[in-house]
């Protein structure tokens, strides 16, 4: 396997594709946004608005690991620091990578936290 090959299959350039893939997903249906995602991004790999509402999404390309309650206590931190009503998307490939948990953590929490598949 090339080096080009080995970085193509590696777990940031998957989640890259995976931050692209979605935005394209939203691009297609005439909602504006942006990928923001890098090293550290502190739980923002793409932002965007749509008719006035603000939202941020981070995405969790992970295919052999779960989505537990500290990623939805994550977006919760970021969403603290962003204006009232911005609405957190947290993004993987399917529904079934979110623990029982972090469902419950997202569907009682004080923010807007939305879990979504794609």
């Known amino acids: 396997m090339t080096k080009?090959?080995?970085e193509e299959n590696s777990p940031v350039q998957k989640g890259k594709n995976f931050e692209m893939k979605i935005e394209k997903l939203l691009t297609d249906v005439n909602i504006k946004c942006e990928i923001t995602g890098e090293p550290g991004d502190k739980g923002i790999d793409i932002?965007?608005?749509k008719k006035?509402?603000?939202f941020i999404i981070e995405c969790k390309n992970w295919r052999t690991k779960n989505?537990?309650?500290s990623i939805i206590n994550q977006i919760e931190g970021v969403l603290s620091r962003q204006s009232n009503g911005t609405i957190g998307i947290v993004a993987a490939p399917s529904?079934?990578?979110?623990?029982?948990?972090a469902k419950e953590t997202?569907?009682?929490s004080i923010y807007n936290?939305?879990?979504?598949d794609n």
């Not at 529904?95 to 948990?101: K, L, S």
């Not at 936290?113 to 979504?116: A, P």
Request: charged share 25%; hydrophobic share 40%.
């Open 4 to 6: 080009f090959q080995q």
């Open 67 to 69: 989505i537990d309650r």
């Open 106 to 108: 997202a569907r009682t």
């Open 95 to 101: 529904i079934n990578r979110y623990t029982p948990e």
């Open 52 to 54: 006035g509402v603000k």
């Open 47 to 49: 932002k965007g608005m």
């Open 113 to 116: 936290v939305i879990l979504v």
